[in-house]
């Protein structure tokens, strides 16, 4: 008689919202290479316990170069984010999908994907989540 053996593993992700995000402080560190100075985080013990998770947190869509597949996910809308001056780095993902994305602007969206956070690199945000995947909000 043979037996079936199987081993599955669950990895539900983590419902996370923006307060979990805030959860950071920034100071002005000078970067050469830019002949500028840019905000440089130190995130908290929460935070940091999330890097790598898989995560899902909702928020507005906003297509930053089109044609370029570059999307950001932001607490607030287009007028009131974090480009306008109105919000902290703190309030905006950079989203990396596998394919291009139709959402509207500031059409309320699900993500789900890996969190990834980016403590170095001046030319990505903060928090990024890879392996996107997103659906509407009703």
Do not use: R
Request: net charge negative.
């Amino acid at each position: 008689m043979a037996s079936l053996v199987f081993s599955a593993t669950l990895q539900a992700q983590k419902q996370i919202d923006w307060d979990d995000l805030a959860e950071v402080t920034f100071s002005i560190k000078y970067i050469p290479s830019f002949g500028a100075e840019f905000l440089a985080p130190t995130f908290s013990d929460h935070v940091l316990s999330l890097d790598n998770q898989e995560v899902s947190i909702v928020g507005y869509f906003i297509n930053i170069s089109p044609g370029e597949n570059a999307y950001i996910l932001s607490k607030n809308p287009m007028a009131t984010c974090f480009f306008c001056g109105a919000a902290g780095p703190e309030t905006a993902i950079e989203l990396q999908f596998d394919s291009a994305q139709s959402f509207k602007m500031d059409a309320v969206v699900s993500v789900t994907g890996t969190l990834k956070l980016n403590p170095d690199d001046v030319e990505h945000f903060n928090y990024i989540i890879t392996d996107c995947k997103a659906q509407p909000m009703k």
